[in-house]
């Protein structure tokens, strides 16, 4: 005697037709990532910390700095002149929190689980590149424009040089360098090695010019090193060497420099195995 067939769930269909998922199936795109790295550098301890530190430094450095000024010291430079004092260090802050940003992932291994839910690599790391500069370039800009604020609320009147620009052109500045940290943190995978290898960028062209120009045959190379340095950029930038520039030739160093340390960690990040 023939026995019963159980009758197939109503989500398996007829015989001979394709299966047909219960749960509802979104493809991902760009959004889903921006979202997901969002959610890790607004939820990680470092982000915080480094973060804190690099407000702490400019603004409590240029806070201090504009109460030691006079009237009279801000007739050729802009109100956010003492804010440049605490970039100088700061910036060491953004360059950490960029390499961490990526290298903490591969610290952990949870990369692999980030690949997992979005094999597409590429749509990870641009994500990485994009939140990361939104968020360094709005602190900096934040941090740069109260302290110019609370100097021209000190000092109202006794500049004669609009400051918005140091404000844009500062915060590019210093989160270029975050960026530039992130791609060489990617290309790196190691936090040590990339922290240290940003701050060899960073502070052997500010170190190197003193010596290099004692000799003739390497004076021309020393001096273009001291030109293009961070210090000395941001230095033009908030118009304490105007007579030479405004900084957009090294902005627009850097910026190029940023760029190909992108794509080389897009190459890699395609061409090496997790």
């Known amino acids: 005697m023939p026995q019963p067939t159980a009758a197939a769930p109503h989500w398996q269909g007829a015989p001979g037709t394709s299966y047909t998922s219960p749960i509802p199936v979104t493809r991902t ?3 889903h990532a921006l979202t997901s790295e969002w959610t890790k550098i607004r939820s990680v301890r470092s982000t915080l910390w480094t973060l804190g530190v690099f407000l702490l430094l400019v603004i409590g450095i240029g806070f201090l700095v504009a109460a030691q000024t006079q009237d009279t010291d801000f007739g050729d430079v802009p109100y956010t002149i003492p804010a440049f004092f605490g970039l100088i260090l700061g910036q060491i802050c953004l360059i950490t929190l960029g390499v961490l940003v990526v290298s903490s992932e591969y610290g952990t291994g949870m990369i692999r689980t980030t690949f997992t839910a979005s094999p ?3 749509r990870v790391l641009a994500a990485k590149l994009i939140i990361f500069f939104l968020v360094a370039f709005a602190v900096s800009a934040f941090a ?3 302290v110019g604020l609370f100097t021209s609320g000190m000092h109202g009147g006794a500049s004669h040089v609009p400051w918005g ?3 844009l052109k500062g915060a590019l500045y210093v989160s270029l360098l975050g960026v530039l940290a992130l791609a060489v943190g990617s290309m790196l995978r190691h936090s040590a090695g990339a922290i240290t290898t940003m701050l060899g960028v960073v502070l052997v062209p500010a170190i190197m010019p003193a010596f290099l120009m004692m000799s003739e045959s ?3 190379i020393g001096e273009k090193m001291q030109e293009y340095n961070a210090p000395n950029a941001l230095a033009r930038i908030f118009s304490l ?7 957009g030739a090294q902005l627009g160093l850097l910026a190029g420099v940023t760029a190909a340390a992108i794509a080389g960690a897009f190459v890699l990040l395609e061409r090496r195995d997790v």
Do not use: A, E, Y
Request: no cysteine; net charge neutral.
């Open 165 to 167: 620009g140091s404000v």
């Open 29 to 31: 795109h760009l959004g």
């Open 218 to 220: 390497m004076r021309t």
């Open 120 to 122: 597409q690599r590429h």
């Open 241 to 247: 060497d105007s007579d030479n520039g405004t900084g």
């Open 144 to 146: 740069i424009g109260l």
